[in-house]
């Protein structure tokens, strides 16, 4: 774990999305950057570097990935067949399960803490409990309320199975018992993860990422109109266009050749 000290004021490198900072007393902030350091879970949020300022106060540099928060993803897939929402539900309740058991500190989280990254997977990414920002994503309006990190990604799968159709079969089990592990103990998240697992197979999803506001790209070459040479091996290889079709140059061939004979023929026999 690195532990340099830092300066309060440098931002984090550029493809880090936050840098968070506790006292040097908050033991709860401290445990969560030791235990995460040492955490590799592909739905959890990373830590690239943890540091303390000359006072003693703690800095955790973490990698916040690259997606789209989870409420609009869903709104761009849109209804969830019951093997979708199996996919994206089972990590988030794997981590609260993790949470209850004690074998993964978790800190706090806002509801737009829950990712869907570039991949298509669920990423919670919380953060050090009672740390504040110091170098925020400069997002603009109120800042999100925030909860114990276990309760809102229960609450995120909650989420997931609400876009099932309420016909489904399988939401009359699924749904009291994700109700039930929002603030319930380790019993309640086995029933929720057994409940869900139990409704169907996890199923793929296509996942189209929303493309960035701003696209930079060099302009593509000018067309420039085909040689004479083009035009004739374009002919050849795909055939003379005639109307909506491509009719191929062997065909047309043949059947010039066939009209002549006919031509030829009818001369010949109507010769005196």
Known sequence: MHTSPVHPGRRCEPDLAERWSAPADDHDAWAWALDRSATVDRHLVAVHAVARTGGGDLVVDLVRPGGTPLAQALDRIGSLTTGVAVTLSVPLLTVVLAARDGTVLLGTAAADDVVVDDAGAVVLCDRPPGATPTAPRGTAGPSPTVADAARTAALAARTVWDRVDP??????????????????????????????????????????????????????????????????????????????????????????????????????????
């Not at 380790?186 to 993860?193: C, F, H, Q």
């Not at 869900?196 to 109109?225: E, K, Y």
């Open 167 to 272: 016909a489904d079969p399988a939401r009359a089990v699924v749904d009291p018992a994700l109700e039930a592990a929002v603030d319930g103990d380790r019993r309640a998240a086995v029933a929720a993860l057994d409940a869900v697992r139990a409704s169907a197979a996890p199923r793929p999803f296509r996942w189209d990422p929303a493309p960035a506001d701003l696209v930079f790209a060099a302009p593509g070459p000018v067309p420039t109109p085909p040689t004479p040479f083009a035009r004739l091996q374009d002919a050849v290889e795909r055939g003379l266009p005639i109307g909506d079709r491509r009719v191929p140059l062997r065909r047309l061939l043949v059947g010039v050749v066939v009209l002549v004979g006919t031509v030829v023929a009818g001369g010949v026999l109507l010769a005196p």
